[in-house]
Structure formats: C-alpha cells, structure tokens
C-alpha cells in the first residue's frame, strides 16, 4: 500500500521559515518524481514545486520560486519544501505527491497523493 505522510506544517509569522517532510512508503521511491501543491481555503489546489527522480531538475510554480526550495533525500524516502520569506498567502493546505514521469507537473495528473499538512502564516 503506498502512502505519503506530509508532516511539518503549523503556524509561522510573516517572514518566518518552515520545513515541510512528506515521508513514503509502499513504492520504489526513486523511480519517481516528486512535487509539492497547495490548497488555500476556497480555492483549487494548484502546483508549487517538483523534484526529478535523483533531484536533478527542479521546478516551481513562479508564486513560490525564489522563496521555496524543494529536495529530497531517496535513502529516506523522504522529499522536503523549505519555505522561507513566508507571506499570509502562503497559508494553504500542502500536499505532497508523487508521478512517474517528469512532466505534466503543473497540472493534477499525479499518481499518489498524501492527505496535507496546514500551513498558516500570520500578518
């Protein structure tokens, strides 16, 4: 059974830092890409940043590019979003997911999702 865990979210003010983790379990981790979206409240859940299988290639939504830096680390199935600069909207639900190939990678076409960490920046 896969599974990814998001975990890290919480409350930040403006200007603060956090850490996102999406911890996988269930497939071959390094197989696939990797990429972070978010949702905020009453909107669609949109793309922020993908990671290619080795970590090689990167790519951001230009909302978070700059500011975000997304990594992973394949002895530990586990991908990161260091966050920086954080904004009020910034604050969404983040989802971690997971895909095959290295593209179509702003649109929702990914294979497995995890269920989302809050992430709430305060003015």
């Known amino acids: 059974q896969v599974e990814l865990v998001e975990s890290g979210g919480g409350l930040v003010q403006a200007g603060g830092s956090l850490r996102l983790s999406c911890a996988v379990s269930?497939?071959?981790?390094?197989?696939?890409?990797m990429g972070w979206f978010r949702q905020c409240s009453g909107r669609e859940k949109e793309f922020a940043a993908a990671?290619?299988?080795?970590?090689?290639?990167?790519y951001y939504a230009d909302s978070v590019k700059g500011r975000f830096t997304i990594s992973r680390d394949n002895a530990k199935n586990t991908m990161y979003l260091q966050m920086n600069s954080l904004t009020p909207e910034d604050t969404a639900v983040y989802y971690c997911a997971a895909r095959l190939g290295f593209d179509q990678l702003t649109t929702l076409n990914w294979y497995y999702w995890g269920q989302g960490t809050q992430v709430t920046v305060s003015s």
């Open positions: 990671i290619s299988w080795t970590g090689a290639s990167t």
């Open positions: 269930g497939l071959r981790f390094s197989n696939y890409a």
